[in-house]
């Protein structure tokens, strides 16, 4: 019974994780191509907002503040993955800015998160 319990308390916790890592007022576009991937524990996912703001784990950051956190990251975790749920309504300038940043800090491993045509 003890098992069973901090199983459950477990996949309670993994669970609330992984829904603050998606900001739910990013709509990522649609694409019949994307597929499903097998996310890497330690990717970052980078919420790009309508307006442009950039936020990780429920945080808002500057473009500074990203840079930053991101070359921290680095330091420790070389080949860092980063996964950009850009709204569909950004701008690309605001999308390439965003990668620009990812490559500044030393990130090369990035995808871009989409879904499925409903």
């Known amino acids: ?6 199983l459950l ?3 309670l916790v993994t669970w609330q994780f992984s829904r603050s890592e998606q ?5 990522v576009p649609t694409s019949s191509q ?3 991937e097998n996310r890497a524990i330690s990717e970052i996912n ?3 907002r309508q307006g442009g703001a950039l936020v990780i784990n429920g945080e808002t ?3 500074n ?4 956190k991101l070359r921290a990251i680095v330091e420790v ?3 860092q993955p980063v996964r950009l749920r850009g709204d569909g309504d950004i701008t690309y300038q605001t999308l390439m800015g965003v990668i620009d940043i990812c490559q500044q800090a030393g990130i090369w491993n990035i995808s871009f998160a989409t879904r499925k045509p409903e």
């Open 34 to 36: 994307g597929k499903e």
């Open 61 to 63: 950051l500057t473009e």
């Open 46 to 48: 980078v919420n790009i």
């Open 65 to 68: 503040q990203l840079l930053a």
């Open 1 to 6: 019974i003890d098992i069973v319990f901090l």
């Open 77 to 79: 975790h070389q080949n």
């Open 23 to 27: 900001d739910s007022k990013v709509k």
């Open 9 to 11: 308390i477990f996949f």
